[in-house]
C-alpha cells in the first residue's frame, strides 16, 4: 500500500477523539465558536466596453433552488437541508443582494459535528450578506469522512481510503445540483475543509476537479501529498492561477509533517500557496471557522 496509508490510519484513530460534542479548548471544525466578523448611455454599437466594473459575471443561470427536506434555524437565519444523490446538503441564502451568487463549500472533518450542529453557518452568515454568497455544507455520502469510501463505517476504526474517487463523483453531482437550481457566478468558487475535509481536497478533489470546479481553497488543520494524475493541466499557469491555496495549521499538530509536504509539493508545482503556521495549536485548536471565512472575505 501507499505510505499515505499510515497518515490515514492515525488520521482516523484521532478522529473519533476530535468528533466530540464536548467542550474543550479546541474551536476548529467541531467548534460553534466565530467571529463577528450599468450602462452610461448613449450608442454603444460595436463599442467595447472602457472596463470590467459594473459588468455582470459569467454565472450558471440556474433558478428555481432546491427542494427543501427540513430546515434548522441557525442565529436567525433558516438553513434549508436537502439532499442530491448520496450527498445531504445544508444551505444558507443570503439577505439581499442581487445578480449572480458566490458559491462558498464548506466540507467537514471527521464526524461532521460542525454540519450537523449548523454551526458552520455562524461566521457564513455575514459573508453571505456582505458578498452575496450561497453558503453550502456539504455531508460525505457515508455520513462522516470525505476521504474514505462512500460504503465506510463510521462507528468502526477501519480506514477504507476513497481510492476509486466516488466521493469527488458524488460531489460533482451535488455541486453540479446546486449550479442548476441557483444563478452561480462562474469566477471560481469559495472552498472551506477542514481536518479529513482538507486531505479530501489535496488528495481527491483537486487533483481529480480543480480544473472543472477551480476556486480560493481555504484549507485548515490538514492536507496530504496527493499520488493522483491529474486530469486536467496543472502544468498550465493560467488554470493553476485559479486555484490558489490557503493552507492554516497549528505547530503541535499530529498531522503537521504531512500538512508540511503538501505544502511543498502544491508550492513544487507551482501553485499560490500562502502558509499560516499557528503557534502552540494542535490538531484544529484554533478558529478555523473564522481563519477560513477571513480568506473568503479577503478574496472576493
Given amino acids: 500500500m501507499r505510505s499515505r496509508f499510515v ?19 479546541a474551536v476548529g471544525p ?3 465558536a466565530a467571529p463577528e466578523p450599468a450602462s452610461d448611455g448613449g450608442d454603444t454599437t460595436d463599442a467595447a466596453p472602457p472596463s470590467d466594473v459594473g459588468t455582470t459575471p459569467p454565472s450558471s443561470g440556474g433558478k428555481g433552488g432546491l427542494t427543501c427536506t427540513s430546515r434548522v434555524d441557525v442565529s436567525g437565519r433558516s438553513i434549508c ?23 462558498g463549500v464548506y466540507l467537514h472533518g471527521d464526524g461532521a459535528a460542525a454540519h450537523k450542529s449548523g454551526s458552520v453557518f455562524k461566521p457564513m452568515i455575514a459573508w453571505a450578506d456582505a458578498q452575496h454568497g450561497l453558503g453550502v455544507s456539504f455531508l460525505a ?4 469522512a470525505w476521504w474514505q469510501t462512500p460504503t465506510h463505517d463510521c462507528t468502526s476504526q477501519q480506514t477504507d481510503p476513497d481510492l476509486a474517487g466516488a466521493n469527488a463523483a458524488a460531489l460533482v453531482a451535488a455541486v453540479d445540483a446546486v449550479t442548476t437550481a441557483y444563478d452561480i457566478r462562474a469566477d ?4 472551506y475543509s477542514a481536518s479529513g475535509g482538507s486531505i479530501f481536497l489535496t488528495d481527491e478533489w483537486i487533483p481529480l476537479q480543480g480544473g472543472t470546479y477551480p476556486g480560493v481553497f481555504a484549507i485548515m488543520c490538514g492536507g496530504v501529498v496527493s499520488s493522483r494524475t491529474y ?6 499557469a493560467t488554470s493553476r492561477a485559479k486555484n490558489p491555496l490557503w493552507f492554516t495549521y497549528g505547530d503541535k499538530d499530529f498531522l503537521l509533517t504531512d500538512e508540511q509536504a503538501s505544502v511543498a509539493a502544491f508550492k513544487g508545482s507551482g501553485f499560490a500557496v ?21 480568506i473568503w472575505s479577503a478574496n472576493p
Wanted: proline residues 6%; aromatic residues 4%.
Fill in 81 to 103: 437541508t436537502a439532499k442530491v444523490g448520496s450527498v445531504e446538503l445544508r444551505i444558507l441564502e443570503p439577505m439581499g443582494g442581487t445578480g449572480p451568487l458566490r458559491l
Fill in 188 to 191: 471560481g468558487m469559495r472552498y
Fill in 7 to 25: 497518515l490515514l490510519v492515525s488520521l482516523t484513530l484521532a478522529a473519533f477523539a476530535c468528533s466530540s460534542e464536548s467542550p474543550a479548548p
Fill in 141 to 144: 455520502p457515508n455520513g462522516c
Fill in 30 to 32: 467541531t467548534s460553534d
Fill in 274 to 294: 500562502t502558509e499560516k503556521v499557528i503557534a502552540g495549536a494542535g490538531h484544529c485548536e484554533f478558529d478555523a471557522h473564522g481563519e477560513a471565512i477571513g
Fill in 231 to 236: 486530469t486536467w493541466d496543472a502544468k498550465d
